[in-house]
C-alpha cells in the first residue's frame, strides 16, 4: 500500500512538472486558459475614475481595460506626466487587477511618414510596465490602426508589423511579463466615405499575416464600437459593421494557419443609431442592457474568443457613452446582470457572488 503512495506521488510530480507554466498561470480569456475572460474599460479623463476601478474589483472583473493617449503622458520627447494615471493604476495594483492598456495617439515627436516609429513606441512600452508591473499585463497597439484615426498616418500594415516587432521583441529583452495585443481591427465599409484613408479591417489583418503576425502575437483584437443591428445579425458584402463580423476575422486567422490564436473583444459597445435610424432604440437603457446580454452570452459560447469589454465602468469625459456608473453615480441597468454572468462563469469561487451589498453605496462622494 505504501509503495503504491510513493508511485502515485512520484507520478503526480512529474505531471506538474511537464505541465507547462503558462496554462498553470494562465489568467481567464488568455491563451493557456480554456475559460472566457470579462473586461470593462475604464475612461481615465472621466468622473468617477477611482470608483471605477473599485467596481471592477468588486465585480471580480478578469481584465480592466484603459485606453492611454501618448501624447498626453508625453507631449514632448522625454518629458512624462504620469499624475494622471498613478492614482488610478494604484488603486488598481492595490485590488489585484490585470489591466490592458490600450496605446493610442502617438505624439508628434514620435510619428514618421509610415506612422509611430517601432523604436520610440518600444521604448515607451517598456518605461510604463516598468513604471506599473504590478497590473499592467498587456498592451493593445493603436487599435484601429487600419484607420487613419487610429494610425495617426495612411495604414500602413508593414509599418504596424515593424511596430508590434519592435515592441515584442523589447518587452521580450526585457523579460517583462506583459501580453501584445495585436490589430486592434476597427470595421469599415470599403470606400464607405472614408476617401480611401481607412482600410477593410479583414484585408488589413490579411495583410499582416503576409508579414508575419502569427509569429508575433497569439491574441487578436477587434473594436466593436460602431456597430448596428442584434448581436445575432449575420455580417454581409453590403453591411459588416455588425457584431458577428468576427466571424470574418476568425476565417482570415484560420485561412493563414492561426488556429492557436484567439480573438480579444477589446470595445463592445450596442449600436448608437449613427448607422441605421433603426439602431436608434438602444439609446434607452434597458434596451442596451437586452443587447449586452444576448452579445455576452453569443460571444461567451465561442471558444477562440477569450475576453469581451464592456464599454466603460465610469462615464466618458467628452460624450454620451454606455458605463456601469451613469452620469447622476447610479448603476446602469446591465450591472445585475453582469455581475450574474460573472459569478456564473466562476467555477473556482461559485459561492461568491461579486458586486457590492444592496446596504453599500457605489459612490461615496458625488463630485
Known amino acids: 500500500m505504501r509503495s503504491r503512495l510513493v508511485l502515485f506521488l512520484f507520478l503526480a510530480a512529474i505531471l506538474i512538472a511537464l505541465t507547462p507554466l503558462e496554462s498553470v498561470l494562465a489568467a481567464r480569456g488568455a491563451p493557456g486558459s480554456a475559460e472566457f475572460g470579462f473586461g470593462a474599460h475604464l475612461d481615465l479623463n472621466g468622473p468617477f475614475a477611482v470608483e471605477g476601478v ?37 488603486t488598481a495594483a492595490h485590488s489585484q487587477l490585470s489591466v490592458m492598456v490600450s496605446l493610442t495617439d502617438a505624439p508628434d515627436w514620435a510619428l514618421t511618414p509610415q506612422g509611430p516609429a517601432a523604436d520610440k513606441t518600444a521604448q515607451f512600452i517598456v518605461q510604463l510596465v516598468n513604471r506599473y508591473p504590478q497590473v499592467v499585463k498587456a498592451v493593445e497597439l493603436f487599435p484601429g490602426a487600419n484607420t487613419l484615426q487610429g494610425w495617426g498616418r495612411q495604414p500602413d500594415p508593414r509599418a504596424y508589423m515593424s511596430v508590434l516587432v519592435a515592441v515584442k521583441t523589447a518587452v521580450s529583452n526585457s523579460k517583462l511579463p506583459v501580453r501584445l495585443v495585436g ?30 503576425l502569427s509569429n508575433v502575437v497569439t491574441i487578436v483584437s477587434i473594436q466593436a464600437n460602431d456597430l448596428t443591428g442584434e448581436p445575432l445579425q449575420a455580417p454581409d458584402r453590403s453591411e459588416n459593421r455588425v457584431l458577428r463580423h468576427y466571424e470574418n476575422i476568425r476565417q482570415v486567422m484560420l485561412d493563414h494557419g492561426h488556429e492557436s490564436g484567439l480573438i480579444w473583444i477589446t470595445h463592445l459597445t450596442p449600436p448608437t443609431g449613427n448607422i441605421t435610424a433603426e439602431d436608434q432604440k438602444y439609446q434607452d437603457p434597458y434596451a442596451q442592457s437586452a443587447w449586452y446580454e444576448q452579445a455576452f452570452s453569443q460571444l461567451k459560447s465561442q471558444l477562440y474568443i477569450g475576453v469581451a469589454f464592456f464599454s466603460g465602468l465610469n ?10 456608473i451613469q452620469s447622476q453615480g447610479d448603476y446602469h441597468p446591465f450591472y445585475r446582470s453582469l455581475r450574474d454572468l460573472i459569478s456564473v462563469s466562476r467555477s473556482d469561487n461559485s459561492s461568491i457572488r461579486p458586486g457590492r451589498a444592496k446596504d453599500q453605496p457605489l459612490i461615496k462622494s458625488i463630485k
Open 54 to 90: 473599485r467596481l471592477a474589483s468588486d465585480l471580480q472583473l478578469d481584465w480592466m481595460g484603459l485606453d492611454l493617449s501618448w501624447r498626453s503622458v508625453a507631449p514632448k520627447a522625454g518629458a512624462f506626466d504620469w499624475s494622471r494615471l498613478d492614482p488610478v493604476l494604484e
Open 315 to 324: 462615464p466618458a469625459e467628452s460624450e454620451q457613452s454606455v458605463s456601469l
Open 183 to 212: 490589430a486592434g481591427l476597427k470595421p469599415v465599409l470599403a470606400g464607405d466615405g472614408n476617401t480611401g484613408q481607412d482600410l477593410d479591417d479583414a484585408s488589413f489583418l490579411q495583410s499582416l499575416y503576409e508579414n508575419g
